[in-house]
């Protein structure tokens, strides 16, 4: 159960220590990490905790921007915290001449299906998804039919996360976020008929499966159809008011999980349309990010900071704070992660001596000597260097030729490779 915070009143007093706490710097550091009620009761050391917490509402009203959708208000506040990630993530994640994580422009579409295989799983693992990283990606890679619903969910946020990138710059209509649904929840509900469909009842409930406690309450379903209308309205228009198109895209993410628009699949159609705005609104590095992964990680924050906005007057600053500092730490990750990636290429390198071995073979050769039981087809070749059949089995057909791979029967038409007997021998003979 989260405590709901107490009524706040605005007096003299309550002024008072508002300039208080603005003078000795408490504000800023509350603020900065936009404490809830649960934490920022036992700050106090100058008031009760009731007339702390008025000071501290005072200074966030007195700083909100509000926002409506039909009957709801929602307010957010700008940090210095907010203003200072919202800087970083325009340096490091929009902008058009590039940036510092340093991907190479023939390693683009490499990361780009990694990334986007990552957030697959991550987010469908959030919704239930039970399947191990290494599965679905083997899943992923060889085009290999589900077998489970959970790996349903996993391929059709592949396949949903692709169709964003390749339609990034269209605008956001009722009609298409259902496509997007219906691609995210193919095959994965229990009813067929939800797929695609906004919810046509009020028979659906946020809860809290540890101790069975309903959360969130969605709008009535006659309410669905204008709300939608206005997301998307805010998706594809500038708002009389300047809101950071990072916060916007936050905002959307926020409001198909309060709207929940769907019987199921919400969260992970939500994070969906946050790539989308992200992507359409510039931020291309959004389409590298795991920010699934993180989000993953830290669900407990992740749901908290939903239930905060909701108990505490729709302040959606909660959530803006998280999602802000959930982008830094996805970027972050990809720095690491793009650093690792380059030591590879660097020790592929050496395979790259061999007389008529390109780049993808080197690539190749370097993941049969580390996986001697790896069984490759042309397909997993295809899909992970994102080139065409044809090539991918040009390249496999060329270590062949060479010696370093073998063939072996799947059926009458098909077959696959794997290491030669001779691979290390063969290697050892190039001195490299």
């Known amino acids: 159960m989260i405590e709901s915070p107490p009524a706040y009143k605005y007096d003299e007093k309550t002024f008072a220590l508002y300039n208080q706490l603005r003078d000795n710097g408490e504000l800023k550091e509350i603020n900065d990490a936009y404490l809830y009620w649960d934490k920022i009761k036992y700050k106090t050391k100058i008031a009760s905790p009731q007339e702390y917490w008025s000071a501290i509402k005072m200074a966030r009203i007195?700083?909100?921007?509000?926002?409506?959708?039909?009957?709801?208000?929602?307010?957010?506040?700008?940090?210095?915290?907010?203003?200072?990630?919202?800087?970083?993530?325009?340096?490091?994640?929009?902008?058009?001449?590039?940036?510092?994580?340093?991907?190479?422009?023939?390693?683009?579409?490499?990361f780009m299906i990694s990334s986007i295989m990552e957030e697959a799983i991550s987010s469908s693992q959030m919704e239930g998804a039970n399947t191990?990283?290494?599965?679905?990606?083997?899943?992923?890679?060889?085009?290999?039919?589900?077998?489970?619903?959970?790996?349903?969910?996993?391929?059709?946020?592949?396949?949903?996360?692709?169709?964003?990138?390749?339609?990034?710059?269209?605008?956001?209509?009722?009609?298409?976020?259902?496509?997007?649904?219906?691609?995210?929840?193919?095959?994965?509900?229990?009813?067929?008929?939800?797929?695609?469909?906004?919810?046509?009842?009020?028979?659906?409930?946020?809860?809290n499966y540890s101790n069975s406690e309903v959360v969130h309450t969605p709008?009535?379903?006659?309410?669905?159809?204008?709300?939608?209308?206005?997301?998307?309205?805010?998706?594809?228009?500038?708002?009389?008011?300047?809101?950071?198109p990072i916060i916007k895209g936050i905002i959307i993410h926020f409001m198909i999980g309060w709207i929940h628009p769907f019987s199921d699949g919400n969260g992970r159609t939500a994070r969906a349309l946050f790539y989308w705005y992200m992507l359409k609104n510039g931020y291309w590095l959004t389409e590298y990010l795991a920010i699934s992964t993180i989000i993953m990680d830290t669900k407990n924050q992740y749901e908290k900071a939903f239930m905060y906005t909701e108990i505490d007057q729709n302040d959606m600053t909660y959530f803006i704070t998280y999602h802000l500092k959930t982008m830094e730490k996805a970027f972050l990750s990809l720095k690491e992660y793009i650093g690792r990636k380059q030591k590879e290429v660097i020790q592929a390198a050496k395979f790259i001596k061999i007389p008529n071995v390109n780049d993808r073979q080197a690539q190749i050769l370097k993941i049969i000597s580390e996986d001697s039981d790896r069984v490759l087809s042309s397909k997993e070749i295809e899909n992970r260097f994102n080139i065409s059949n044809f090539t991918a089995r040009a390249d496999l057909n060329n270590l062949e030729s060479l010696g370093f791979l073998e063939k072996i029967q799947v059926n009458k038409i098909k077959h696959n490779f794997i290491k030669s007997k001779n691979f290390n021998k063969i290697i050892k003979s190039y001195k490299l």
């Open 132 to 207: 191990t990283r290494k599965k679905a990606k083997e899943m992923i890679q060889k085009e290999l039919k589900p077998k489970s619903k959970s790996e349903q969910m996993i391929m059709n946020n592949f396949v949903t996360m692709k169709h964003i990138v390749q339609n990034k710059s269209d605008d956001l209509t009722p009609e298409k976020l259902l496509y997007i649904h219906n691609l995210i929840s193919n095959d994965t509900l229990d009813n067929k008929n939800e797929e695609g469909v906004f919810r046509e009842n009020d028979e659906i409930y946020v809860v």
């Open 219 to 244: 709008p009535k379903h006659q309410e669905i159809e204008g709300l939608i209308n206005e997301l998307c309205d805010f998706f594809n228009k500038d708002q009389k008011i300047f809101i950071h």
């Open 62 to 110: 007195l700083n909100s921007k509000t926002i409506n959708f039909g009957k709801n208000s929602f307010q957010f506040s700008s940090t210095d915290f907010i203003q200072q990630l919202l800087h970083y993530c325009d340096l490091n994640i929009g902008g058009n001449l590039g940036s510092n994580v340093g991907i190479a422009e023939t390693d683009k579409t490499k």
